[in-house]
């Protein structure tokens, strides 16, 4: 078994060489990986690269720290060396997540609070040092959610309820709390557990587009359900606590904004929050669906824009009433619009064929009314054009299925275009979705091979 070392034993050796023997930090570094190398010492657990001061052989992260925490508790007002310690913690923090993880150890995460703490605490609040403090607490927490804890919910808390004429502290803390949501389901209960909400509400004005996307995603964060140590999560109970608060004023804010990638976010954030029926009449009934297709029709070329529009109306067409609206309010030329232009495009196909597929199923008034705008021959030009795709291909015999199974009138016009060859070939081509584009083949009145999947014999008879 080979033998390790701790990351203090290297940090020594490599200062000694530094000291001692007069090396450079390079030099140092390698002289030293040399020598426990040439003992057979594993030295995979170790980060090699930390930066080295030239004096002392120390590594800058850990001198570092050390100097943050000698300030905690000082009244003195200049900060300027204490904001230069904060800018090298935060650079530091910023090279992996080993650097994170060694600055965590050595305190790093406390002493940033408690610097907090004092500084919010203060008559007058430096902003600058604030700032610089919640950048660095921003690059340790990256992917290291476990230090966020009660201590620093409390510092979130009465950061959200300051009154500074500057955003970037409230934009900072929001980027704090997306990253302490990130795969950790007790962080994410634990903020849901507060006052944080209420706090957050107030902040969905119009005008700060980058307020805007910041809050969205923390919303969108905390109904994450991505924690593997957790067997059952909160995120449905989540969303609809969030949505309970702010699925109306986002609703609201869809027309205050022309940027596409706000928009984006807006729709994506609403589709994450509508996880209930009522919450999708309720959308539909603040004239969401007007919105979400005036949006569409003025952004056609914006791919991820209609991509989170499409799956919004997916999302709401879980409502039968709501999917109705939504056909009646005139989205099938819409989405007709957007096949035909973003034909090359495999996302946005896949996403508007699902789409199809959701507000066709069992309706054969919202077949026909699709039907009827001429997508059938879009359709099969947007499958012929992915071959290779097997959700676009999948989707697309979904589609064909359900505007087929009720209107065996359409099946001439899809046969017409060629689809039969298509989708004959997809089936060889992607085995793994053979039964969807069998079920369209079928519906279109094809030759097709369905196989009896079992043939064995019960035990026992079943009465007649």
């Known amino acids: 078994m080979a033998k390790v070392i701790s990351q203090d034993t290297f940090d020594d050796v490599v200062k000694e060489n530094v000291v001692e023997f007069s090396m450079t930090p390079s030099e140092a570094k390698e002289e030293t990986i040399k020598q426990f190398e040439a003992q057979g010492i594993n030295l995979a657990n170790i980060i090699k690269d930390l930066s080295i001061n030239p004096q002392t052989g120390q590594p800058v992260i850990n001198e570092t720290v050390d ?3 000698e300030h905690i508790g000082q009244k003195t007002e200049d900060t300027t060396q204490l904001l230069e310690h904060l800018a090298t913690l935060d650079a530091e923090c910023q090279k992996s997540l080993a650097h994170r993880v060694l600055a965590g150890k050595n305190g790093a995460h406390d002493a940033l609070i408690t610097l907090l703490e004092e500084s919010l605490a203060s008559n007058s609040l430096n902003e600058t040092l604030v700032k610089k403090c919640l950048e660095a ?29 500057s955003q ?13 949501c990130i ?53 449905h109970e989540h969303a609809r606590q969030i949505a309970g608060e702010v699925l109306l004023p986002l609703v609201e804010l869809l027309p205050a904004y022309q940027d596409p990638n706000v928009l984006a976010d807006l729709l994506l954030t609403i589709g994450t929050l509508a996880v209930r029926q009522e919450l999708c009449t309720a959308i539909d009934e603040a004239g969401g669906l007007k919105a979400v297709f005036e949006i569409m029709s003025l952004n056609l070329d914006e791919v991820r824009l209609n991509r989170e529009a499409l799956k919004l109306l997916r999302a709401l067409a879980g409502h ?11 989205v099938a030329p819409i989405i007709k619009q957007l096949l035909e ?26 077949s026909s009314a699709f039907f009827e705008t001429g997508i059938a021959e879009v359709i099969v030009e947007a499958i012929r054009a992915h071959p290779k795709h097997k959700i676009v291909q999948r989707n697309g015999a979904w589609a064909i299925r359900n505007m087929v199974s009720r209107s065996r009138n359409q099946c001439e016009t899809w046969i017409s275009f060629g689809v039969e060859d298509l989708l004959n070939t997809a089936m060889k081509e992607h085995p793994s979705v053979e039964q969807d584009i069998k079920a369209a083949l079928r519906d279109l009145g094809c030759s097709v091979n369905l196989r009896e999947e079992w043939t064995g014999t019960a035990e026992k008879k079943i009465a007649a």
């Open 67 to 69: 100097k943050i925490k």
């Open 320 to 330: 039968d009433s709501v999917k109705a609206h939504i056909v009646q309010q005139g």
């Open 137 to 165: 607490v921003n690059s340790l927490t990256h992917k290291q959610p476990d230090l966020f804890d009660a201590e620093a919910m409390a510092v979130v808390l009465k950061l959200l309820a300051l009154k500074v004429e």
């Open 168 to 180: 970037d502290i409230i934009l900072l803390t929001l980027q704090w709390l997306q990253k302490a």
């Open 183 to 235: 795969m950790h389901e007790m962080n994410r209960q634990n903020i849901m557990n507060t006052p944080a909400l209420k706090l957050l509400k107030p902040l969905l004005t119009k005008g700060n587009e980058r307020m805007i996307r910041e809050l969205t995603a923390v919303f969108r964060f905390l109904v994450l359900d991505d924690d593997i140590r957790v067997e059952f999560g909160c995120a």
């Open 341 to 366: 232009t973003h034909e090359a495009n495999e996302n946005i196909v896949a996403a508007a064929l699902a789409c199809v597929t959701t507000l066709t199923l069992r309706v054969k008034e919202h």
